[in-house]
T-cell receptor
């Protein structure tokens, strides 16, 4: 069974704090993703990583950065948290289409509900 | 630009009823389509993945179909149960996106005992 874990289910931070969200997958997936989910806006891609140290901006990267030093771990960093970053953050992983052209099913972690006060 | 829609946004049915959820996409150039379930406050659980060359996939009481040429997929749930209550999302992987997918907004399903 694929397992994607996220470091916290709930997190409360103050405006201006630096926040780290960690995601770990155990299926040797090349791809890892960070999304945020807000009511009425659906799932939006923040960043995508297709290999160690490789990253690509998604639709809403402003205010975020990422780090992927090891294949199994993908971190999302809020450099200076703001109240508009209060959201549900979801991590996902999948095989690369370079390995399995069509079979790159995405698997999600349980999510981190972040509140910025 | 690929867009994915799901209608209706919300659906309420009595227990035991068979039901169909719809997913539409604007560009037929996709590698696959995936259906997910999301319980309130939780992550997404993958239900079914249909390759572009396939017409349908089945898992237990779930059957997903894909008509790529018309840009439609349906998720059929047989003999619905209260435990099926959740939000159902579909996502397509465009051939131009290199492994990124585009999600629909979801259909919120409520199965009434």
């Amino acid at each position: 069974d694929v397992k994607v874990t996220q470091s916290s289910r709930y997190l409360v931070k103050r405006t201006g704090e630096k926040v780290f969200l960690e995601c770990v997958q155990d299926m040797d997936h090349e791809n890892m993703f960070w999304y945020r989910q807000d009511p009425g806006l659906g799932l939006r891609l923040i960043y995508f990583s297709y290999d160690v140290k490789m990253k690509e901006k998604g639709d809403i990267p402003e205010g975020y950065s990422v780090s992927r030093e090891k294949k199994e771990r993908f971190s999302l960093i809020l450099e200076s948290a703001s109240t508009n970053q209060t959201s549900m953050y979801l991590c996902a992983s999948s095989f690369s289409s370079g390995r399995f052209l069509s079979y790159n099913e995405q698997f999600f972690g349980p999510g981190t509900r972040l509140t910025v006060l | 630009k690929q867009e994915v829609t799901q209608i209706p946004a919300a659906l309420s049915v009595p227990e035991g009823e068979n039901l169909v959820l719809n997913c539409s996409f604007t560009d037929s150039a996709i590698y696959n389509l995936q259906w997910f379930r999301q319980d309130p406050g939780k992550g997404l659980t993958s239900l079914l993945l249909i390759q572009s060359s396939q017409r349908e996939q089945t898992s237990g009481r779930l059957n997903a179909s894909l008509d790529k040429s018309s840009g439609r997929s349906t998720l059929y749930i047989a003999a619905s149960q209260p435990g099926d209550s959740a939000t159902y999302l579909c996502a397509v992987r465009p051939t131009t996106s290199y492994d990124k997918v585009i999600f629909g907004p979801g259909t919120s399903l409520s199965v009434i005992p």
